[in-house]
């Protein structure tokens, strides 16, 4: 059974901090996609990874794919408040056919102002 | 482009009751997946549509059925509820084929079962 490890669950930083948020698996995955997700509401794509050591900005958050194709970070510098919300990392098989995506189970992130 | 819509948005129910959510994928894609979302959890994988057919199933039980339309439009249905259905049902479109890994999800339904 593939897992996804998110470390840490819940985070609570002041604005202008960076963090980091993980997710580990003892699995290879083909890519990883991160989400981002408020309330009530859908998750949203922020970026798929694919190839091993690939890293991709998206303004102030930059994402890495793990050489092994085992896990994946997110880091965010200067964090603002908009950036409050839940974020997922969500892994596709190696053999995927069937397209299932597996998810961690979430990191909330609350910049205060 | 028109984007992954759900319905309805929010739905309450009784334990035993038979519930039917839907789901239209975004424009051009032709395969949709459905995810069980309890909260403060990821999102779980149900099963996944492609071209009218189921393409893959996770661990949940026969209760759980879906459809697929031509329109590659698609349904969950959910029998006998049981109080632990309460979540957030997900559904995600994408393009099939090579580019079936990018998924991209709808607002979803908050389902209540009391």
């Known amino acids: 059974t593939q897992l996804l490890e998110q470390s840490p669950q819940f985070l609570s930083i002041q604005e202008g901090e960076n963090l980091t948020v993980y997710c580990n698996s003892s699995s290879v995955f083909s890519s990883l996609q991160w989400y981002r997700q408020e309330p009530g509401e859908g998750p949203v794509l922020l970026v798929t990874v694919v190839t091993g050591g690939e890293v991709k900005k998206l303004k102030r958050l930059t994402f890495q794919f793990g050489d092994a194709r085992k896990d994946s970070s997110l880091h965010i510098t200067a964090a603002q408040p908009g950036d409050t919300g839940l974020y997922l990392c969500?892994?596709?098989?190696?053999?995927?056919?069937?397209?299932?995506?597996?998810f961690g189970q979430g990191t909330t992130l609350q910049v205060k102002p | 482009e028109t984007g992954v819509t759900q319905s309805p948005t929010h739905l309450i129910k009784t334990r035993g009751q038979q519930v039917t959510l839907r789901c239209s994928s975004q424009s051009g894609h032709n395969t949709v997946s459905w995810y069980q979302q309890a909260l403060g959890q990821g999102p779980q994988f149900i099963f996944q549509y492609y071209r009218e057919e189921e393409n893959g199933r996770g661990n949940f039980p026969p209760r759980f059925s879906g459809l697929q339309f031509p329109n590659y439009s698609s349904e969950l249905n959910v029998n006998a509820l049981e109080l632990d259905d309460s979540a957030l049902y997900l559904c995600?479109?994408?393009?099939?084929?090579?580019?079936?890994?990018?998924?991209?999800f709808g607002p979803g339904t908050r389902l209540l079962v009391l």
């Open positions: 969500a892994g596709a098989g190696s053999s995927s056919n069937t397209g299932k995506l597996i």
């Open positions: 995600a479109s994408s393009l099939g084929g090579l580019n079936q890994e990018t998924q991209y």
